[in-house]
């Protein structure tokens, strides 16, 4: 089993910034990607960003220029530097974590999910 934990969540004002941490611990052979999902109230669960083994990262057509996504691969670690907040980026944040047991890429592979954590920013 793998564990998430995350931490950053909070309150800020438009504008304003927040970074977002994940740490994956456990029984990890090899983390494929890692990303950040995020739901809003009423809304359903979306991809905000992710990043691969290969350090390839892909992003949410509306949140290019303003989030970033990283890893540090020695510590299994995610984060996601959120600028210039919006109210409508108000959501629960969720950590996911891709692993698989070889590093055949046609592996079957293994989902996990944090907790979540809250982001409220106000107008």
């Known amino acids: 089993q793998v564990q998430l934990v995350e931490s950053g969540g909070g309150f800020v004002q438009a504008g304003g910034s927040l970074r977002l941490s994940c740490a994956a611990s456990?029984?990890?052979?090899?983390?494929?990607?890692m990303a950040w999902y995020r739901q809003a109230p009423g809304k359903q669960r979306e991809l905000v960003a992710s990043i691969t083994s290969g350090v390839g990262t892909a992003y949410a057509d509306s949140l290019k220029g303003r989030f970033t996504i990283s890893r540090d691969i020695a510590k299994n670690t995610v984060a996601l530097q959120m600028n210039s907040l919006k109210p409508e980026d108000t959501a629960v944040y969720y950590c996911?974590?891709?692993?698989?047991?070889?590093?055949?890429?046609?592996?079957?592979?293994?989902?996990?999910w944090g907790q979540g954590t809250q982001v409220t920013v106000s107008s």
């Open positions: 996911n974590v891709q692993t698989t047991r070889s590093y055949d890429p046609s592996a079957p592979k293994s989902d996990y």
């Open positions: 456990g029984s990890i052979f090899f983390i494929k990607a």
